[in-house]
């Protein structure tokens, strides 16, 4: 996501995870944020304000009294941000701040935040799961501060538990769906991604280059935007987006059984997967084995269910249907007919096999066509941006 024109202020307080900031840091500078960092004193014992300062471009916040600039440098930024981040977050800070104290530059600052806050506790197990830190951290979900629980894992003290700052990455992507608009809010999406697999027999399978990074930045948008989120795919190497519902499945039979018993609750359905239209007859429970002196192998296959066509005869007046078009050449007529005929909404055609487009790409070109016989070209760009236009279109559409 980019974050150009967004102001961020990431407050780092004194846990041995202040070294996983300079990393949430890079990557809200690397999103195009302008970051203020405000640290305390028990923080720059853990890392250096300088790192903080080169990396942000901005001086860092650590003192009142010593700051050169204004004599509300603190209330200016505050007043300035979008969205205030407080990663780790130490007992001391969240005991302070659930009770309004401002005997720090940060705490300080923080109140007077009036823009969203995260705070990203790390600590201790046993501290953390002290009853009064607990009713601290419920007294600033109370307050409407979003809290992301620290994960579990080794901790710095050697034992085991609950405690660690999570992944910088997860830290942001949780900050970017903060400041997302939902304008997807209470709408159902039921999105399908990756490949299929279809077995020949135990060990072997017929399948497609699909590696799922289109449909899953479709549903990693969509529940940015407020919208709750089924992701069913196929097998790929990539984590489920953040916050969906995730149904994993192989076969285009297994994916069938997944998208037809989510289909009644869903308000828009997207079928970016690659399913199989053919599947192998007999799979069987043994390897096939290499045959002497036959230099031919033949393998019977058996047509597979149109799981779209079938979304297309099921659906009610209220659902939006998308479908995907994969085409290797004559885009627009390959997607007029597959719109018709399986009854969809709009479908999303793209060329693969090509460099940046399609199949395994972080880029795809998308010419979208709806059943009233317009159409929209997005130009080549990434999946993610890909995605945003597609869910805006349909929200154009359905609105
Ligand atoms: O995953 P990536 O590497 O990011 O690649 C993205 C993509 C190229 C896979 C994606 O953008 C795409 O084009 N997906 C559709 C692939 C496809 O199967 O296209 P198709 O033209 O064969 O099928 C048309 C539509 O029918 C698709 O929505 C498909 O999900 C659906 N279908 C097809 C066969 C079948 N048995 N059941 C189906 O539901």
């Not at 009770?99 to 790390?122: E, F, K, N």
């Not at 085409?327 to 940046?356: F, P, Q, R, Y």
């Amino acid at each position: 996501m980019q974050l150009k024109e967004i102001h961020i202020l990431l407050g780092v307080t004194g846990g041995i995870a202040a070294y996983k900031s300079v990393e949430l840091l890079r990557l809200l500078k690397k999103a195009g944020a302008n970051v203020h960092v405000a640290m305390t004193d028990s923080a720059q014992k853990f890392v250096g304000k300088t790192t903080f300062e080169v990396l942000s471009e901005n001086p860092v916040l650590t003192d009142l009294w010593k700051n050169t600039q204004s004599s509300v440098t603190h209330i200016d930024i505050a007043a300035s941000v979008d969205a205030a981040l407080v990663a780790p977050a130490t007992a001391n800070f969240i005991g302070k701040l659930a009770q309004g104290v401002a005997d720090d530059a940060l705490l300080t600052t923080m109140l007077a935040v009036t823009s969203p806050i995260i705070i990203c506790p790390s600590m201790n197990t046993d501290m953390y799961q002290n009853i009064r830190v607990q009713r601290n951290l419920d007294i600033l979900e109370q307050d409407g501060i979003h809290i992301i629980d620290p994960d579990d894992g080794v901790l710095a003290c050697k034992t085991v538990g609950t405690g660690r700052l999570p992944e910088p990455w997860f830290i942001f992507d949780r900050l970017t769906a903060l400041l997302t608009p939902k304008d997807l809010a209470g709408q159902n999406l039921l999105v399908t991604a990756g490949p299929t697999l279809e077995a020949i027999d135990p060990v072997r399978y017929v399948s497609n280059h699909s590696s799922g990074k289109m449909g899953y930045a479709i549903a990693r948008a969509a529940e940015k935007r407020g919208a709750k989120v089924t992701l069913v795919s196929g097998p790929v190497s990539l984590d489920p987006p953040v916050g969906v519902q995730f149904v994993p499945v192989e076969s285009c039979g297994e994916m069938a059984d997944a998208v037809l018993s989510k289909l009644e609750a869903a308000d828009i359905i997207i079928k970016v997967a690659a399913v199989a239209d053919y599947r192998p007859v007999d799979p069987g429970t043994l390897k096939i084995k290499k045959t002497e002196n036959s230099k031919e192998m033949t393998i019977s296959m058996t047509e597979n269910m149109d799981i779209l066509k079938r979304i297309g005869e099921l659906k009610t007046k209220k659902q939006f249907l998308v479908g995907f078009a994969a085409e290797t050449n004559d885009l627009e007529k390959h997607a007029l007919i597959k719109i018709k005929k399986k009854n969809l909404d709009m479908i999303a055609a793209n060329l693969v096999g090509t460099d940046d487009s399609g199949f395994k790409t972080d880029t795809n070109k998308v010419k979208l066509f709806f059943k009233n016989g317009d159409s929209k070209d997005i130009p080549l760009m990434d999946k993610n941006r890909v995605a945003h236009i597609l869910l805006d279109t349909i929200i154009e559409q359905t609105g």
